[in-house]
């Protein structure tokens, strides 16, 4: 089947860095989203991966290695806003998106 | 960037009555429109895929006869969850995608929360 894990919570500090993971098995592979969340409102668009290394898109920067089914988003300098749910998403063979649960980050001042 | 409208943003009904669900892409065609379902603290689950003009293909366990969807233009689709029922209570997402590759960005709706009583 196919899965995407990443932390249900993660904690961290007003002006630190946080590094969020996704590991993901799927039927294929066309390039791996990271999307913001905050509490009821849809998803928003933060970086696509599809080639091995690290984007970076100012505060933020996301990683993938494909050969160990592999993620990371980066949150730099973190500021109260940051506070919400990160969704790991893979596009699979079929174009499909598959969502992990998210990841809440609550940061503390 | 791309912008894509919900309307209602939130709708208390009745159990057994049918609630209506539209979505827009404002300032681009949407050849492609996806229909998600999110509760509470779980990730968002792909209920079905519409493309202008034809039926849409609805995910393994997705009842099409409760679940109407119609996408009539390249600007709008519309979700009717049909005699609903407490357990349909939910966020319910839409997103769309312009051009013909898959791997063009979706763009997401802000979500309709309905409440069934």
């Known amino acids: 089947g196919q899965n995407i894990d990443q932390p249900t919570e993660m904690t961290a500090t007003e002006g630190a860095i946080v590094q969020i993971n996704c590991t993901y098995q799927?039927?294929?592979?066309?390039?791996l989203f990271w999307y913001q969340q905050h509490a009821g409102e849809a998803p928003t668009f933060l970086s696509y991966n599809v080639l091995d290394g690290l984007e970076e898109k100012g505060r933020f920067s996301s990683f993938l290695s494909r050969s160990k089914g592999y993620s990371y988003l980066l949150l730099k300098e973190l500021q109260m806003k940051d506070s919400a749910s990160y969704l790991c998403?893979?596009?699979?063979?079929?174009?499909?998106?598959?969502w992990g649960a998210g990841t809440k980050l609550i940061i503390k001042p | 960037g791309a912008v894509v409208s919900q309307h209602p943003s939130w709708v208390i009904c009745k159990s057994g009555t049918s609630v209506k669900i539209e979505c827009r892409s404002l300032?681009?065609?949407?050849?492609?429109m996806f229909w998600y379902r999110q509760f509470p603290k779980q990730s968002l689950m792909l209920m079905a895929t519409?493309?202008?003009?034809?039926?849409?293909?609805?995910e393994q366990g997705v009842e099409k006869d409760k679940f109407l969807i119609n996408h009539a233009s390249l600007t709008l689709s519309t979700l009717t969850v049909t005699s609903a029922h407490p357990e349909d209570s939910s966020f319910y997402i839409c997103?769309?995608?312009?051009?013909?590759?898959?791997?063009?960005?979706?763009?997401f709706g802000p979500g309709t929360r309905l409440t069934v009583l």
């Open positions: 799927t039927s294929g592979f066309n390039g």
């Open positions: 300032d681009f065609q949407a050849t492609t």
């Open positions: 519409s493309n202008e003009g034809s039926k849409a293909t609805y």
């Open positions: 998403a893979v596009m699979d063979s079929n174009y499909q998106l598959i």
């Open positions: 997103s769309a995608r312009s051009g013909t590759s898959e791997l063009n960005e979706q763009f």
